[in-house]
């Protein structure tokens, strides 16, 4: 990088700053010049239009756009054959089947992980610090965390040292390394094991908080009729906690529904690991099968809503019996 | 409508979490708390979480030992066998960073790429959204309710969707925009920064708006409304009253916000064509991982400096940052 190149680039960042603060600086100033008749009206537009026309534009169009596409050939004719592709072809049918797998495993793993990592050490000395040990994965990207985790699976072949741990203590206990990211399936389940490694934080978190929301002298009536850890736990915490367990389960499940960096920095999708996020990225952006990368995106958000359309119905009970 | 936003447990995960963070703060703590505790952990427990707190630790903490060995060593021996096979350097992070050689990662640019986006990425939603949030709150018209609901509905629009058509906006408006840009300002890239700002913007924007709008909502209405009869303009409310009293939603958004920006790899890919000029820092570590996924030196110390400035805002900001986290535990 040369000096040249590292002052453009802090002008632009300037430059961006300046035209961003007189675009906000004229809109307040219109705002309150605004004339007296309707100014009410124009004062909200003034507030809202730039998020509005942002949204509209880059999200709800192009979201119609999508669907639209997912429906078309390259030139134009409307087709089924993307979803039909989508749904036949063995590579794509493998693509949803590990998505299914992902969604159902990562989900499951975090949380449960997390909740007993969080009931383990609350209130503990040191509970800061064991949080942190265990959040910590969610600051780090999932390109960084791929990194760290192919390094865990690295295989060197023959007799040569193992610098991957996994193969290493493989081996310490008599076996053969395996190329652990070439071998179908384990692969898919050794990417999982990433995501999972990255979202137990977060579970970990939002549950640790919704424990310390119980009431303490709910766990010592419980504990004054006799009853032991294990009944506690699921009697008086889990109940306790139903509203956030949903949330999580929930969160995860969509973020793990859309992961891509995972897949796409640790195998590209080859060795059949590919999941429908990637595989959207494969297609519409690498093969320029835009209409295949449409339909696999509008499938994406089919699988998303039934996930938030249960998340509502819970949360809606929850205030009725509230 | 269903979507009842008000009503997502937000409110109460952060209250209990700031009871707990200030009771451990002052460092009292009920002395019920710690007779319940006793009860409630028990040696397996510790045994336990030590276990899951190591797995978690072990695979960054391999990286990381790697990142200062020499390239000989890292290539034929474990991390592990660190005290065994001693050798430290700073080699590998002086190649990612200041090696000029065509061959080395040359990681300096996306550096300040990955700075450069992740501020105006940050800035940007934050203004349009505490400002929307604010009419949302504060603005009393027909439809705007029904407004506020399509937005927050719109989280669960997956970015995918968004992505092939936006492209082709951003191709057909934005590109003339920045090459006529580039004709005026000639030290200005063609390729810039501007449509990952944008992208970055419209994505963050509905959760923003709606975490903003939550806080927001709750300042007490005698404040906007003293200000109001004292001839305040809706501009002078939002700027010295609204805004200051938000810092702490703001705070804990920002973070949240400039992380996943500094960390994402997906808009990155397809809206900064790759070059020098405008990708970040992940989208290189992505690249090296394919084309040079055998050269460990580079990997490790790549990986390290890529995650060592979220890491940094992660533990100096942590209660902003888990504040934030749970408030958005619902983006979808």
Do not use: C
């Not at chain 1, 040191?126 to 959040?135: D, M, R, S, T, V």
């Not at chain 1, 793990?256 to 960096?261: A, C, G, R, S």
């Not at chain 2, 927050?152 to 408006?173: C, E, G, N």
């Not at chain 2, 804990?252 to 064509?273: E, K, M, P, R, Y």
């Amino acid at each position: 990088m040369t000096t040249a190149d590292l002052l453009g680039k802090i002008l632009q960042v300037v430059m961006g700053l300046a035209v961003f603060a007189a675009i906000v600086g004229l809109l307040i100033f219109f705002i309150d010049k605004a004339p007296k008749k309707g100014r009410d009206y124009w004062q909200l537009v003034g507030f809202l239009a730039p998020a509005v026309i942002l949204v509209a534009v880059g999200l709800v169009y192009p979201a119609i756009r999508t669907s639209i596409l997912a429906f078309q050939t390259s030139s134009g004719a409307w087709t089924f054959d993307n979803f039909v592709w989508a749904f036949t072809q063995p590579a794509a049918i493998r693509t949803l089947i590990n998505t299914v797998i992902w969604v159902l495993l990562v989900p499951t793993f975090a949380t449960a992980v997390g909740l007993a990592y969080a009931v383990f050490i609350d209130r503990s000395r040191g509970e800061k610090f064991y949080k942190a040990i265990l959040f910590m994965p969610i600051a780090i990207s999932f390109v960084g965390a791929s990194v760290i985790w192919k390094f865990v699976y690295e295989y060197r072949s023959g007799d040569r040292e193992q610098i991957g741990l996994l193969n290493a203590i493989v081996v310490a206990f008599g076996g053969e390394p395996v190329q652990w990211l070439q071998t179908d399936p384990i692969n898919t389940i050794l990417l999982i094991v990433v995501m999972i490694w990255v979202q137990t934080g977060f579970a970990m978190v939002v549950l640790s908080a919704a424990i310390k929301g119980i009431a303490t002298e709910q766990l010592e009536a419980a504990q004054l009729d006799g009853t032991n850890g294990w009944q506690r736990f699921t009697n008086v915490i889990v109940p306790g906690i139903r509203g956030s367990l949903v949330v999580v389960l929930t969160t995860i499940s969509i973020a793990t529904l859309k992961v891509f960096d995972i897949v796409r920095t640790m195998t590209a999708g080859n060795f059949n690991t590919s999941i429908v996020a990637n595989e959207m990225y494969t297609q519409a952006f690498r093969a320029s099968e835009i209409g295949r990368g449409s339909a696999l995106a509008l499938i994406l958000f089919v699988m998303v809503l039934p996930i938030v359309i249960y998340n509502v119905n819970v949360l809606r009970k929850q205030r009725e019996i509230r | 409508m269903s979507i009842a936003p008000p009503d997502l447990p937000v409110g109460k995960n952060r209250g209990a979490l700031d009871a707990t963070a200030d009771a451990e703060a002052s460092g009292y703590v009920e002395p019920k708390t710690i007779r319940v505790k006793k009860r409630l952990t028990s040696r397996t427990a510790t045994v336990a979480s030590l276990i899951i707190a190591l797995l978690w630790t072990i695979p960054t903490f391999g990286l990381f030992i790697s990142s200062f060995r020499p390239a000989e060593l890292i290539r034929t021996t474990g991390w592990w066998t660190i005290f065994t096979n001693p050798g430290f350097t700073l080699e590998n992070y002086q190649d990612v960073l200041l090696s000029t050689s065509s061959s080395s990662p040359q990681l300096g640019s996306y550096i300040v790429n990955s700075i450069a986006i992740a501020l105006l990425a940050t800035i940007i939603p934050l203004v349009f959204a505490s400002m929307a949030a604010y009419a949302f709150a504060w603005m009393r018209f027909k439809g705007v309710g029904v407004l506020f609901v399509i937005i927050f509905a719109l989280q669960i629009i997956p970015l995918q969707m968004a992505l092939v058509p936006l492209l082709q906006i951003f191709s057909t408006v934005l590109r003339p925009m920045q090459a006529w840009l580039h004709d005026i300002v000639p030290i200005i890239p063609e390729q810039n920064y501007l449509p990952l700002w944008i992208a970055h913007t419209i994505f963050g924007l509905p959760l923003a708006i709606f975490l903003l709008h939550n806080f927001i909502s709750e300042i007490p209405a005698d404040v906007i409304e003293a200000a109001r009869v004292d001839g305040a303009t809706h501009g002078q409310i939002f700027f010295r009253i609204v805004l200051p009293l938000s810092v702490p939603a703001i705070a804990s958004f920002a973070i949240f916000q400039f992380i996943w920006v500094w960390n994402d790899l997906l808009v990155a890919l397809i809206f900064s064509g790759g070059t020098q000029d405008v990708a970040p820092l992940t989208q290189r570590l992505a690249e090296l991982t394919g084309t040079r996924g055998q050269d460990w030196q580079l990997l490790t110390a790549a990986a390290f400096i890529s995650i060592i400035i979220p890491l940094i805002v992660f533990f100096s900001l942590q209660r902003y940052f888990v504040r934030g986290l749970l408030a958005g535990s619902t983006k979808g």
